[in-house]
């Protein structure tokens, strides 16, 4: 057994011996069930982690993560956690929760190969041509990349509103609001990106479902 796999099994041991120290039924009460009112969206970077970043404890959000928080509409994984999340747990809230500094966004700021991920950062550089004109003329490359990477979360905010099962759930008068963060690494702060949506009433009208 290699050092580092015996230190993470010596590690989830101090955990579980630290939380029954705490509560010895904190294990049983978890095990009862989940009712969590958010679901984070997030990038699968290991330095952006959801429970610890919002204060949050186990139980209290459902997670979601990929390359770069992309809500890609044929992504049957995104798409199965987004429905169980609305139609069963009723969530009342949705974050897309993006990054400075993230890998996958800046990839889709070149053009170097990569490997089977390049058919993935593709979809981030559709988002790139859309707003090309507004960021081509940001000179300084790393305003560039940090307003990328703004926009590149708006983008996936608006996406959700534009699934069916979002607005099959606002049809249905179900609370639901959705919201775009961006993550800061070097200083543990977010930046609530004012992209905050709980109807379909400001899509335009070739989005807007009728059920």
Not at 28 to 38: E, F, N, R, V
Not at 141 to 147: I, M, S
Not at 168 to 197: F, M, P
Request: net charge negative; charged share 25%; aromatic share 10%.
């Amino acid at each position: 057994m290699s050092d580092f796999y015996k230190k993470i099994i010596d590690n989830n041991k101090t955990w579980v011996e630290s939380q029954v120290a705490l509560n010895k039924d904190y294990f049983k009460d978890l095990a009862k069930g989940q009712s969590p009112t958010l679901l984070w969206i997030g990038c699968s970077d290991s330095r952006v982690p959801a429970n610890e970043i919002i204060g949050a404890k186990p139980g209290e959000v459902f997670v979601h993560r990929n390359i770069a928080n992309m809500v890609v509409h044929s992504d049957m994984n995104m798409l199965s956690v987004l429905d169980y999340a609305v139609n069963v747990l009723k969530v009342k809230h949705v974050l897309v929760c993006g990054h400075y500094g993230c890998g996958g966004v800046k990839a889709a700021m070149g053009n170097d190969s990569i490997g089977i991920i390049d058919n993935w950062i593709r979809h981030i550089k559709d988002v790139y041509r859309l707003h090309n004109i507004y960021l081509d003329s940001i000179l300084d490359e790393e305003e560039r990349f940090n307003k990328f990477v703004e926009l590149n979360v708006k983008e996936q905010v608006f996406d959700l509103s534009k699934t069916s099962i979002v607005q099959a759930a606002w049809r249905n008068g179900q609370e639901l609001t959705l919201h775009g963060w961006a993550y800061g690494l070097n200083s543990g702060y977010v930046t609530d990106l004012e992209v905050n949506i709980s109807s379909n009433k400001d899509l335009d009208s070739v989005y807007q479902l009728k059920f």
